[in-house]
Every structure is written in C-alpha cells, then in structure tokens.
C-alpha cells in the first residue's frame, strides 16, 4: 500500500481488495467479547480534525483501540489553532511528539495532501473540503461488496449534492475501480461545474431525472443536502427537492426488490431520503457505519503494521 491515504488514485484494483479482505477479518473482531488485536500496540495514532464529525472520528477512534494503539482526538476548538496557529504549525508541534499516523479532516481541499509534504508519518484523509472521503469511499464499496458480492457491471446510482459532495468525487472514483456502472442525478444547480467532461473522462454518466434511473438500479447512494456549505438558493425550497430528488414513500416502489439503499450520513431525514427509506428493509445505512470501523482498522493496519504485526501475538 502507498504511504499515505490522500484520495482513491492512491489505490489500484489489487490493494482496495486486499483492504477489503483484511476488512473481513477485522469485522469479525466486532463480534467478539473482547474486541482487541495487538497489531497497533505501542503505535500512537493522532486524529486531527478542524471540522465537526461523528461518525468519521469515532470510527477511527474506535479502529485505532481496537488494533491496540494509542488514539489522541484533537480538534480545532481545543487545540493552539483557534488562537491563530497556522495549519503547519499545528501539524508540526503535533508530529514532533513522536505520533505514528495522522488523520486529519480539513475544510480546505487538498489539505491532507499539504500536510503530508510537511511531515514523515503516514497520513490518512478523513476528508478535505469538497475533494476527497477516501475511505468513506472504501466503506461504501465494502458495503456494496458484502451485499452484492463483485461489483463488476453493477449499476450504482447516486443522488443528491454533488457540487458539495466530497463522498460523491471518491465513490465514483472507487466503483469505477471495481468495474461498477455508475449515474449521478442532480438537479443542475447541484451538478459540478464541467461534469459532463470528468464525466466522459471517469466514465460515469449524468441525469436530472430520478424517476427514469431509479428502476435500473442495482443500488442507490442518496447523498445528504449540504445546507452548511451553501451561501445561495440552489433550490426554491426544501419541499421542492424532495418532490424531485429526495428517495421519498413512493419512490421506494421503483426499486428492483433486494436493491440496498445507502446514504454515508449525516441524513436530512424528509429532504433527501424519508424514515420509510432510510429505515427500509434494504436499507444498509447501519452496515455502513459497522463497515466504516473494520475499513478504517484495515487501512490503519496496512499503512501503520503490515502482515507481520497482524500475526505477532494474535490472528485477525
């Protein structure tokens, strides 16, 4: 595996499935009384995050304990940056204590990979700005994986705030890895700028009409309304959206039977998804976030151990 997890084009076919295999020993730990490996012991794992989260963080917290090592949270709000410490310094004074891995979420595109031309550990991106979600990513495909089983030829539909949507830019980069088919709907003020040529490049297709799509999906990602990061109208109203783009009662019913929702969360619940979706039969959201802990200790332990320390003392 590379040094660092900054994007997907860090990954080939070959190492996402060996993630993905080592993710299957490590979901087993989830069952077991005591939830300890010793792979991590005596490594010490910082995770940096300068915006809020809940399910990222803790994920990686619990992924770092559960593989042994020493997981320190630091947030903007209670660290030197929010008396105007650089984003360097910060990083700096925070390595030079000696931590072996570095998560870091960021609001800035492209600060992960900033952070790591600064220093010599391994770096994880846990999201920067509207770039990157690599491993919320991986999660969604190990998901896909454990539901569907191969990938290949699948249709993947994703729906929702695209322009907004760090998960949307890793995802598709991810399924098409896996040989996925994938069609993106939004309306067009929720589309990305030059998306119809990224997309002729990455080799996923576009549509405003939900209603056509939803039917020759095998699965459907619905993407949250990212109202935080919008400073204008991209939509008249909440109401509207949801009449033309939210995974409302009724759409449910142009669903293929067994067709695994997803949704990488926070949800709007009653703008882009309703409670019957969202806590349908097919829905997957809860088996994301279980995926979310055994992705993240698999990467922590291909870029911080190794198959030796996997072995040394305990078996996944």
């Not at 991986?138 to 929702?160: A, C, E, F, N, P």
């Not at 998960?167 to 040989?179: H, I, P, Q, T, Y």
């Not at 109401?239 to 409302?248: I, K």
Request: proline share 4%; hydrophobic share 40%.
């Amino acid at each position: 595996m590379t040094r660092h997890l900054l994007s997907i084009d860090d990954l080939d076919v070959t190492q996402i499935e060996e993630i993905f295999t080592t993710a299957a020993q490590m979901h087993d730990v989830q069952r077991r009384e005591v939830k300890k490996l010793p792979a991590l012991r005596g490594r010490t794992v910082i995770n940096l995050f300068f915006e809020d989260s809940t399910r990222t963080r803790s994920s990686f917290e619990i992924a770092g304990k559960w593989l042994s090592a020493d997981v320190i949270n630091l947030s903007a709000k209670g660290s030197s940056a929010s008396k105007g410490e650089s984003l360097r310094d910060t990083v700096l004074t925070v390595t030079a204590m000696g931590i072996d891995g570095l998560v870091v979420r960021h609001s800035a595109s492209g600060a992960a990979e900033q952070i790591s031309r600064w220093i010599d550990v391994p770096v994880i991106n846990a999201g920067d700005g509207t770039h990157e979600h690599p491993t919320q990513a991986l999660l969604d495909s190990y998901t896909l994986t454990r539901r569907l089983g191969s990938l290949d030829g699948k249709h993947v539909v994703m729906v929702g705030d695209l322009t907004h949507s760090r998960v949307f830019r890793s995802n598709v980069k991810c399924l098409a890895k896996l040989g996925a088919q994938v069609t993106v709907v939004a309306p067009p003020t929720l589309m990305p700028a030059g998306v119809s040529d990224w997309s002729k490049e990455a080799g996923f297709a576009t549509s405003y009409d939900l209603d056509r799509v939803l039917p020759e999906a095998d699965a459907v990602m619905m993407l949250r309304v990212q109202r935080e990061r919008m400073s204008g109208g991209f939509f008249p109203t909440a109401r509207e959206y949801t009449v033309r783009y939210g995974l409302t009662r009724d759409r449910l019913g142009l669903l293929q039977p067994g067709v695994p929702i997803l949704h990488p969360g926070p949800m709007n619940r009653g703008l882009e998804i309703s409670a019957d979706a969202a806590d349908a039969v097919d829905s997957v959201v809860l088996d994301q976030v279980s995926a979310g802990v055994a992705v993240r200790m698999s990467v922590l332990y291909h870029l911080l151990a190794g198959e030796p320390a996997l072995n040394e003392g305990g078996q996944a």
